[in-house]
Nanobody
């Protein structure tokens, strides 16, 4: 059973930065495509960014392009999401997941104040 644990969320002012981490255990992390998703109150959970098993290919939803960077360290079984130039509309619970494997973390709250 794969376990994913997110950390790094918090309260930040607009224009600030946060770095989320997601540590994996119990599986073959280096074989998984990993993704960061977010869910704002009253809205559906949506994909924010995705990274291939090697880290050589990434995808970002349009609203975060140029501001967020996804990366991974397979030696540490960890995936990261660097979030810069944060906006109030980025406020949500952020989840990491092994894409297509239905492995999810418990989520970490990100709140951006205006």
């Amino acid at each position: 059973q794969v376990q994913l644990v997110e950390s790094g969320g918090g309260l930040v002012q607009a224009g600030g930065s946060l770095r989320l981490s997601c540590a994996a255990s119990g599986g073959t992390f280096s074989r998984y495509i990993m993704g960061w998703f977010r869910q704002a109150p009253g809205k559906e959970r949506t994909l924010v960014a995705r990274i291939s098993w090697s880290g050589g290919s990434t995808y970002y939803t349009d609203s975060v392009k140029g501001r967020f960077t996804i990366s991974r360290d397979n030696a540490k079984n960890t995936v990261y999401l660097q979030m810069n130039s944060l906006k109030p509309e980025d406020t949500a619970v952020y989840y990491c997941a092994a894409v297509g494997k239905n492995y999810w973390g418990q989520g970490t709250q990100v709140t951006v104040s205006s």
